[in-house]
């Protein structure tokens, strides 16, 4: 699995060996590269949470600079998570136990494997919640909350800037995570740390979860 | 024991956070205009302790000014008498992160300048090796304030001021650190310790 | 060494008791997307991307250095330029991404030495594009120089750090160069008229 764009997806072994004569990447003489590495190798290992607060901050900061308003920069932190998403969809289904090693087929399998398969791996901990909309005129939403989102922990959003929650970031790997599946949607962040709630979780968030019509659709037409 | 004022100076010697404590136990002394007081230090309305209690009205920046240069000089001075001497001794702060607080040893420079005392107010000095330099005003009667410094720089500036992605990374004119989640633990964290 | 393995024994503790952590995919993931975005960005001038990365370091390692020092409690300064670097590796490096990356390669005045790094959990997962450019420019991990730079230069330290070798680029090692240019006096307050 590439983490991220530039790195290609691994190349069958056959057609490296044969351009490696001519062309093509270099690999180290000792052999040293990531296809001899086991995948779960880094599956339970774990980095200080500062490093995380530094990279993110930085990539926060350099969105800043690039965008025109805080939607801007809210989307623009939405497509970095995207592709996480998709590459975690696969990799944490892959190393599901291999009964349960298939993809999610409906809307509620999709969502309770974000909110706890996915949640667990990069938060240590299941979401808080998982709801679906009560609004019968909008059927395709549902809800995941994050009393304390991780990514928001060292984030203090000058008032100016109130509708900012950076945790757009982990909307776009949820997304990710969806439209991987098969589930297209579109995911946004919301801070709902205000009022009688807000005293105790004054970071909440909600993760609204929008499915494309068609998903809903065919939801419908398989659940008859 | 109370606190007058705390003032934060960076490695470019520009003062970036200032907070000056409202004190009780006095009523308004003269000569001080309400209106001339910054609005983050809380209750304008009552004495401000020695940093402002002066018959000449200066500005906040003008304190801070003043509070720098003499720390400096201080500091240099102290360097200076104490001769070359880079030894390090040991003091005692609490332990920071996860689990129960412990006190810990801690080293500092044998020659660093820690507080000076006058009749009215004694100032508490605390540097960090990346020059950053923390002040407190308090009364005369308050102990070794060096330890609280160093707290306030661990638990509070560290984790709200420099991990908050949204403050820039130097804070010229103070840009950033005065942010909610610093200002509300700072003055939480005061008044525990007073 | 003395400093060394007293350097070691201060990074296992911070690391054991004192550092939050989480996952290391999420960091490896999170570093990933940023270098993807930069390549995106500067639409893949690998020379551009790796000075971003260097200046995103380095903005990383003026606030990083605060962190450091309050978590590792060593409030003082190094000695040597030695000393140094035996707490970037197993204090630095440890606490904040548990590798200690190997000293070595001293020049005789000791003011510039290498460090090898075996593992390096920002690369893991890691493929440079094959587009016959990436691998002779760009410098993956160069994010770490920056953080050098930064962080020693809050403590008064001037160095110049880039990498000469990466496994990334087929190299047989990944190697950081580090060089010690000078010390940095107090800034003096500005004279008031």
Known sequence: MASSQPIKSPMGSQSQNQRSSQQGLKYPSNGKTIYHRPLNRSRTQELSQASFAYLFGEMVSYAQKRVTGIQDLEKRLNNQGHPIGLKLLDLLLYREPARSQTRPLHII??????????????????????????????????????????????????????????????????????????????VTAHSVGKGEEGELWPGKTVFLVKFQDEVVEREAFLGR | MTCYSFYIFDRHTECIYSKLWARQDRPLSAGIDPSSIPASNGGAQSDLGPARARPARLSAQDDAKLIFGTIFSLRN???????????????????????????????????????????????????????????????????????????????????????????????????????????LALDQFVKGVL | MASASKAARIGEEVWKSRVDKVNAELVTLTYGTIVAQLCKDYESDYVEVNKQLEKMGYNIGLRLIEDYLAKSNTMRRCTNFKETADMISKVGFKIFLNITPTITNWTSDSKQFSLIFDENPLADFVELPDDGRAQDELWYSNIFCGVLRGALEMAQMQVEAHFISDILRGNDSTEMRITLIRYIDDEMPMEDD
């Open chain 1, 109 to 186: 399998a999709l969502l309770q494997f974000i909110t706890t398969t996915l949640w667990r791996h990069l938060f240590s901990r299941p979401a808080d919640a998982l709801e679906k909309s009560s609004n019968p005129d909008t059927p395709e939403e549902y809800m995941i909350s994050d009393n304390e989102p991780l990514v928001n922990q060292y984030i203090s959003v000058p008032k100016e800037m109130n509708q900012l929650n950076c945790a757009a970031y982990v909307a776009g790997i949820v997304e990710g995570c969806c439209d991987g599946a098969g589930f297209p949607a579109k």
């Open chain 2, 77 to 183: 001075m102290v360097r200076k008498l104490g001769g070359p001497d880079d030894r390090y001794i040991h003091t005692y702060a609490h332990t920071t992160g996860n689990g129960p607080r412990k006190w810990e040893k801690m080293l500092i420079q044998r020659n660093s300048f820690i507080s000076y005392r006058t009749g009215q107010y004694k100032l508490h000095y605390y540097e960090t090796p990346t020059s950053i330099k923390f002040v407190m005003l308090t009364d005369t009667q308050t102990l070794n304030m060096r330890n609280v410094l160093h707290q306030i720089y661990v638990n509070l500036y560290v984790e709200f001021v420099v991990k908050n992605p949204l403050s820039p990374v130097e804070h010229p004119g103070g840009v950033g650190v005065a942010n909610e989640l610093f200002e």
